[in-house]
């Protein structure tokens, strides 16, 4: 199993946005960065752990976690002329984009922020944390997914 971490603007689609899909899941799509498109092609398998990042905003956050409920298949999105995620040069028969499916595993009762993980050392070599870091979806190590849920539940204890 691998960890991973995965971006997104609350504004476009959020937490209680999954939280609302049927089998609160749904497809990963529109990723146009090849270095984020190879990991998710070759990396993300069925059964690996997400944290579930709200970028953007004025307190960008983990707000949850998720997992990938499918492994890679092509972004059906880049064929199709009328979406924002449309690329000529991708085709049925020779995709240039993937997706994954993702399904809701809980939503924090209070997020962890990111100048509250800036200030927890265990996680200092999070790639997150790194400057200049700044692709949606992003690899974490099993202890700092431990850390970050940790957190998340010391948060909702002192609530």
Not at 21 to 31: A, N, Q
Not at 42 to 55: E, I, N, P
Not at 97 to 110: I, P, R, S, T
Request: proline share 6%; hydrophobic share 35%.
């Amino acid at each position: 199993m691998k960890y991973w971490l995965m971006k997104t603007e609350p504004g476009t689609y959020s937490i209680e946005d999954l939280a609302k899909e049927k089998r609160k899941t749904t497809c990963w799509e529109g990723v146009r960065n090849y270095q984020a498109r190879n990991m998710m092609r070759d990396d993300f398998k069925k059964g690996d752990r997400v944290l579930f990042y709200h970028s953007g905003g004025k307190d960008p956050a983990v707000v949850g976690t998720a997992k990938i409920a499918k492994g890679a298949y092509p972004d059906h999105f880049a064929w199709d002329s009328g979406s924002k995620y449309y690329d000529p040069k991708s085709s049925p028969e020779n995709p240039r984009w993937f997706m994954v499916d993702v399904q809701l595993d809980k939503a924090f009762e209070q997020p962890v922020t990111l100048s509250q993980m800036r200030n927890e050392p265990q996680l200092e070599q999070m790639e997150l944390l790194r400057k200049g870091s700044r692709l949606s979806v992003q690899p974490v190590t099993e202890s700092e997914f431990e850390v970050v849920l940790k957190m998340a539940e010391a948060a909702k204890n002192k609530a």
